[in-house]
């Protein structure tokens, strides 16, 4: 595939994402705006234990199965249906080892019995979420992410509609997590059917297959444990810690920034395969320059997110998720901070990944793990929602540093910040605009729409689409 029509169609791919997101964006605040409302702090508390206590469940038992299928069936003469089915097969034997465990060791944790009984519900849920990842990697290879893209939203509607429902008939906390199972199966189900035009998707053990996938996933998956101590554990803590209001309101900042995440983790996913398959053929020249737009782009992305979130992030949390929820604008600024680093470890992580360097890097998210671990036990039991906060920047920055430098090296060629200076600029008339308008009486809604307006009115003015093209 000639580099133009490649550049095209990461172009277009990106471009129906975007639009796909947006919309699957839009029903994932519905979902939070119903939620919260419905729930109130302590409730959407006990909302977050679920999630928390699963999602260390679901982290672990994603074993870099994700990472290492695009990038195993995006080589070159790579047997795509039988390294997808292998996969497929150990993916499914151990998330029903994993989420099966889940609703057992939930019983030995001081959890209300409310809270033990959503995790015993809702774990298969995140069963499915694990089986539906590890078939994007087909979408991924063929540059056609369009169709997890439909997917996710057809689950997004499942949900909104049954937590709606929920909402309507007052009824209590297992029915909005069982609005999550209703949604997390349907995305399953609709990326099945789409994946199978182009794998014949069944259940396959190839041991050779196997062996090279665990020896492949195995740096991985040890530095997703990691991962997993130094970003999640500081809403664990906080749930064993803190009461139920206080971690429902940590949790709906927390939701905001896995949104806002989602955007960096959707481009990764389209340029590993071509960063991959780039690097495979000894093109590094090519990996740097991806490395430079990426970064560019991801700058463009988070600067003025961050920036406009110090100005409005109580006015923010109250229109997501209700008045109730004002105070967690405070905790949500510190996090953008930490949104912001975790977008650049996103791209240098994934970058790792395309370079084969797995192994070369797990002293990094050791170290980081062990510093942050630290850090939340005793920064959490003190300071409640802000040391989690703090203690996630800190982790997040670490790992952004140390990625970096490790990836900078290994292809021979440091990012420039020419289209940073730029971003920065535009940001700084944006704020000024923000910051005015939200001291006269004009909603939040228009003040962040005339500041995006003002925003991409200064890149056009100085024509950054130039350098990113």
């Known amino acids: 595939m000639s580099t133009l029509s490649t550049t095209s169609l990461v172009a277009k791919n990106t471009a129906i994402q975007i639009i796909g997101k947006v919309v699957s964006t839009a029903l994932g605040i519905a979902t939070i705006a119903i939620v919260t409302r419905a729930l109130l702090p302590e409730g959407f508390g006990q909302y977050t234990k679920v999630i928390t206590f699963l999602t260390f469940f679901g982290i672990v038992a994603d074993l870099g199965l994700t990472l290492i299928t695009a990038q195993m069936i995006s080589e070159r003469g790579a047997d795509e249906p039988r390294i ?9 034997l151990t998330a029903l080892v994993l989420f099966g465990l889940a609703p057992v060791v939930v019983w030995f944790t001081p959890y209300d019995a409310i809270v033990k009984l959503g995790i015993t519900l809702t774990a298969c849920s995140f069963f499915f979420v694990s089986l539906q990842q590890t078939l994007v990697g087909i979408f991924q290879k063929h540059l056609v992410m369009h169709y997890p893209v ?16 929920a909402a309507w008939r007052g009824e209590n906390l297992l029915w909005y997590l069982g609005a999550v199972v209703v949604g997390n199966f349907a995305n399953f189900l609709a990326t099945l059917w789409f994946a199978r035009r182009y794998v014949a998707i069944s259940f396959a053990w190839d041991r050779a297959i196997i062996r090279d996938m665990c020896h492949r996933a195995m740096p991985i998956a040890i530095s997703i444990v990691f991962n997993l101590i130094y970003l999640k554990a500081d809403m664990l803590i906080l749930t064993f810690v803190r009461g139920d209001a206080e971690v429902g309101l940590y949790g709906a900042a927390y ?60 006015r923010v949390m109250t229109l997501v998720a209700g008045d109730n929820f004002a105070p967690a604008g405070a905790p949500l600024k510190i996090l953008l901070l930490a949104f912001g680093a975790a977008t650049v470890s996103t791209l240098f992580g994934h970058t790792i990944v395309a370079l084969q360097k797995q192994r070369s890097v797990i ?38 540093i140390v990625l970096g430098v490790i990836v900078i090296r290994v292809i021979g060629r440091r990012l420039t910040f020419a289209t940073s200076a730029r971003v920065i600029v535009a940001t700084a008339i944006m704020c000024v605009v923000v910051a005015l308008l939200v001291r006269t009486e004009l909603s939040i809604v228009f003040a962040i729409a005339i500041g995006g307006a003002t925003y991409l009115g200064a890149h056009a003015l100085m024509r950054t689409h ?4």
């Open 466 to 469: 130039r350098q990113l093209l």
């Open 255 to 314: 939701r905001v920034i896995d949104i806002l995440m989602m955007v960096p983790v959707m481009l990764m996913g389209v340029i590993l395969p071509i960063a991959t398959r780039s690097w495979s053929e000894g093109d590094g020249a090519r990996v740097g320059r991806v490395l430079q737009k990426t970064f560019d782009a991801f700058v463009l992305y988070a600067l003025p997110i961050i920036c406009g979130g110090f100005i409005v992030g109580e």
């Open 363 to 400: 002293w990094v998210y050791g170290v980081d793990a062990v510093l942050s671990l630290a850090a939340y036990l005793v920064v959490v039991p003190m300071f409640g929602m802000f040391g989690a906060a703090w203690a996630t920047f800190g982790s997040e920055l670490f790992a952004a």
């Open 150 to 165: 439909i997917a996710e939203n057809i689950g997004r509607v499942a949900l909104v509609g049954v937590t709606a429902f």
């Open 84 to 92: 997808v089915r292998n996969i497929f097969t150990f993916r499914t």
